[in-house]
């Protein structure tokens, strides 16, 4: 074999080598960015909608099953302190749900979410029938705060707000 063959091969074992050698390392952060990832605001509007569901169903179980289960959990409502932790929350709830003539439902205004926090926003109605001999209503603007642990959302911050009740309007 001459001079010129043992260079050409030496020359094909470096770039094999070289080729090797950078395809093992990490991938540079364009390729990463082409990486599928998961779709956090669908996942996210999954949580709320089964969250919302729970609410509209009084079922307990549903919705501890939407909360963090490291317990972080903040509840402000209208005219309230702020309440914390999921044990507050579900104690409140199991209260709430025991009367069953109420009735709420919520739509989904809009989600955002990234690889950590989600944010979901919500119209809801919460209704009685007879209050204080009256039909009662309360339109609500919700807001959650959800956030994502072992590739599961979890909602740690519940904000109502009333827009409009029906002991607002004058006959």
């Known amino acids: 074999m001459n001079s010129t063959s043992r260079l050409a091969i030496l020359g094909l074992a470096l770039s094999l080598s070289t080729l090797l ?17 998961p779709d956090n605001e669908a996942n996210c509007r999954n949580l709320m909608e089964w969250h919302l569901k729970a609410l509209a169903e009084k079922n307990l179980a549903m ?4 909360l963090s289960p490291d317990g972080e ?8 302190e702020i309440a ?3 044990e507050y929350f579900m104690e409140m709830h199991e ?5 069953t003539t109420w009735s709420y439902s919520a739509e989904i205004l809009s ?10 926003t ?35 911050l519940d ?13």
């Open 21 to 37: 050698l950078f395809s093992c390392e990490d991938p540079q952060p364009e390729v990463a960015e082409m990486v599928p990832v």
């Open 63 to 66: 919705l501890e099953s939407t």
């Open 73 to 80: 959990m903040q509840l402000i409502l209208p005219s309230d």
């Open 84 to 86: 914390y932790g999921t």
């Open 95 to 99: 209260q709430w749900f025991s009367d």
């Open 111 to 120: 989600v955002t979410a990234n690889d950590g926090l989600g944010f979901v």
């Open 122 to 156: 919500t119209e809801a109605l919460y209704s009685e029938p007879l209050r204080d001999g009256v039909p009662y209503f309360n339109r609500l603007c919700v807001t959650y705060n959800l956030k994502l642990l072992n590739n599961t959302w979890y909602v740690i």
């Open 159 to 171: 904000h109502a707000s009333s827009i409009q009740k029906s002991t607002d309007i004058e006959e």
